[in-house]
């Protein structure tokens, strides 16, 4: 049952494509690693929100309530370049 929720949560959090009943216990289609997850979701949110304010790194940071470095240090690790929201 909780196999069944997580999975519902990442198809609903749009973290996972495709059909949900490609998902069964013991299938070929296992999840992403959480680390992956985790990673995947925190470039999602910090790209909707440079694109929300246009490529404004301190205003996507005062948004997201981290510091403007941190959206920096995320951007780089992450090898996206803000500016390609503008």
Known sequence: ???????????VL???TGSLTQFHPGGASLPEALPQQVRSFGRSVIVESLRLHRGDQAAAALKLCIPGQTVFDKLRKLNVAA???K
């Open 83 to 85: 500016e390609s929201f």
């Open 14 to 16: 749009g973290l996972r």
């Open 1 to 11: 049952m909780r196999e069944l929720r997580n999975v519902a949560d990442r198809f």
